[in-house]
T-cell receptor, first 111, second 113 residues
Framework: SQQGEEDPQALSIQEGENATMNCSYK?????LQWYRQNSGRGLVHLIL?????REKHSGRLRVTLDTSKKSSSLLITASRAADTASYFC???????????FGTGTQLKVEL | DAMVIQNPRYQVTQFGKPVTLSCSQT?????MYWYQQKSSQAPKLLFH???????NEADTPDNFQSRRPNTSFCFLDIRSPGLGDAAMYLC????????????FGSGTRLTVV
């Protein structure tokens, strides 16, 4: 089964609002990463958080990691229509840099 | 400038007719990956190369093969495509060091008719 499960599966918000997506995983990890995928395109790396980190920021993105609960969240603040995309979490268990992706959250930001 | 280039963007092939998808990179990264992504699903790792070392995932069908003739290029060969192989195929690279993200290409959308 997949390493990561995300919720919600789909999220629709108004421009300017914050969007929060959650990811849960099953085994211990080396790091957890978040990617964005625009429709019909490849994935774009957003942010990486190591297993010994609890929170990380990058621009309008804030990622948290709780290894005791095996969960992570991605917060996009002040969302824009251009943020409309699918967002995937991916876990690296170490020992080979192989990423296992979650099921993704489809975010729609409306004007 | 694109760092991971996949060709073609769209590929239509006939049922059972061999098809090759290509990926090239401009960064000389050690590790190259092929992922399969079916509609509305998570990308699934097929195999990866660490330099010339080929690593197949246990559940990757034998129908899928790969070649990496040099650091820059990697090919995905589907020997006898079935309707279930229709998907987006994504190539990615990383340096091989710990705690680095992947750089993906734009993908090749494969249609099997």
């Amino acid at each position: 089964s997949q390493q990561g499960e995300e919720d919600p599966q789909a999220l629709s918000i108004q421009e300017g609002e914050n969007a929060t997506m959650n990811c849960s995983y099953k085994t211990s990890i080396n790091n957890l990463q978040w990617y964005r995928q625009n429709s019909g395109r490849g994935l774009v790396h957003l942010i990486l958080i190591r297993s010994n980190e609890r929170e990380k920021h990058s621009g309008r993105l804030r990622v948290t990691l709780d290894t005791s609960k095996k969960s992570s969240s991605l917060l996009i603040t002040a969302s824009r229509a251009a943020d409309t995309a699918s967002y995937f979490c991916a876990t690296d268990k170490g020992g080979g840099n192989k990423l296992t992706f979650g099921t993704g959250t489809q975010l729609k930001v409306e004007l | 400038d694109a760092m991971v280039i996949q060709n073609p963007r769209y590929q239509v092939t006939q049922f059972g007719k061999p098809v090759t998808l290509s990926c090239s990179q401009t960064l000389n990264h050690n590790v190259m990956y092929w992922y399969q992504q079916k509609s509305s699903q998570a990308p699934k790792l097929l195999f990866h190369y660490y330099d010339k070392d080929f690593n197949n995932e246990a559940d990757t069908p034998d129908n899928f093969q790969s070649r990496r003739p040099n650091t820059s290029f990697c090919f995905l060969d589907i020997r006898s495509p079935g309707l279930g192989d229709a998907a987006m195929y994504l190539c990615a690279i990383t340096t091989g060091g710990a705690n680095y993200g992947y750089t993906f290409g734009s993908g090749t959308r494969l249609t099997v008719v």
